[in-house]
């Protein structure tokens, strides 16, 4: 089994962004002398077609207001092939209500009701109907299945649906913990389609997570079994926690309603590009995550430090 990287080691990449780019930058007069004339035209000539293509959908995007969902961290826990298990391929992953184990495991995770639902747009902000979205999130423990220590035998809070005509995949689901050094979150991966989510080849579109708004966490964590999360929460905000804090959740952070007795519904809509493609696991860009309160003993799918004590900075 692949070791759970130490999350000290992820950084949020910055990627050199091409020769499009530059060229889109750059004025032709100052091309034309930096390169030679024909020299120059004929570079023009050769990207003017996507790079234009690229400038129109920007322009529209900008145009519309809309901004694609920050890219984040999957963390060790993904259960996505790049670390460890691959749940994504197990018969019975493809489901609405995950708050189960299936297949060979049984188990089902206790906590306060939440119906979470992901609407994936595309940058023109027309729904993304046809696509596949993998969820996952810690338990009342703040425990991943498949992973953390007690739940190794245990994969519930993991599931696929396939977005409708709106875009919209829904999932019922538990509210998670709030673990030392993360806000409170969900974990989610878009595919193109549910070929591509439960193949185990992808690709991945899209790679982020869903930030919980604080007054509905501080609700939640006033009742029984999440009494850890209070003082956790407590120790870390939107601003200073190391996924989302360059923009405090900006694209991330979900609109909730409900009550600790009726439940809790969860909306997060954001825009992607269809066409991208990102890295499972560690691979996705962005920082660290801090560790569950559950990691697996030493040996566990995943790695992690013996007796559950959580390797230094590891991603949740």
Not at 44 to 63: G, P, R, Y
Not at 95 to 115: C, H, K, N, W
Not at 256 to 270: C, D, E, K, P, R
């Amino acid at each position: 089994m692949a070791e759970i990287e130490d999350n000290a080691a992820y950084v949020r990449r910055v990627h050199d962004q091409g020769l499009r780019f530059d060229l889109r930058t750059m004025s032709r007069r100052r091309l034309l002398a930096g390169l030679g004339g024909a020299g120059a035209l004929t570079l023009l000539a050769a990207c003017s077609t996507e790079a234009d293509a690229e400038e129109a959908t920007a322009t529209a995007t900008a145009s519309a207001g809309l901004t694609e969902v920050e890219s984040e961290t999957a963390g060790p826990y993904p259960a996505d092939g790049s670390n460890g298990p691959d749940a994504r391929t197990l018969d019975g992953i493809v489901r609405q209500d995950i708050r189960s184990s299936f297949g060979d495991a049984s188990g089902t995770a206790a906590g306060v009701p939440l119906e979470f639902a992901l609407v994936v747009l595309d940058l023109t902000g027309a729904p993304v109907a046809g696509a596949a979205v993998y969820a996952w999130h810690c338990d009342r423990d703040g425990k991943y299945s498949l992973y953390s220590e007690g739940v190794t035998d245990q994969n519930y809070l993991r599931g696929i649906q396939e977005t409708g005509d709106t875009g919209t995949a829904s999932f019922t689901s538990i509210f998670p913990a709030c673990y030392s050094g993360r806000w409170p979150h969900i974990h989610f991966e878009v595919y193109a389609s549910l070929e591509h989510a439960t193949s185990g080849d992808g690709p991945i579109v899209k790679t982020s997570q869903i930030a919980i708004p604080e007054a509905v966490a501080d609700e939640v964590y006033a009742t029984d079994g999440y009494s850890a999360s209070v003082t956790n929460l407590s120790q870390v905000s939107l601003a200073t926690d190391n996924v989302f804090g360059d923009d405090s959740a900006a694209t991330e952070l979900a609109t909730v309603t409900g009550s600790v007795t009726g439940g809790y519904q969860a909306t997060l809509t954001i825009h992607i590009d269809p066409a991208g493609e990102e890295g499972g696991g560690g691979d996705a860009p962005a920082g660290g995550d801090g560790a569950p309160g559950g990691t697996p003993p030493s040996g566990a799918p995943g790695g992690g430090g013996p007796g559950g004590t959580p390797p230094s900075g590891a991603a949740g």
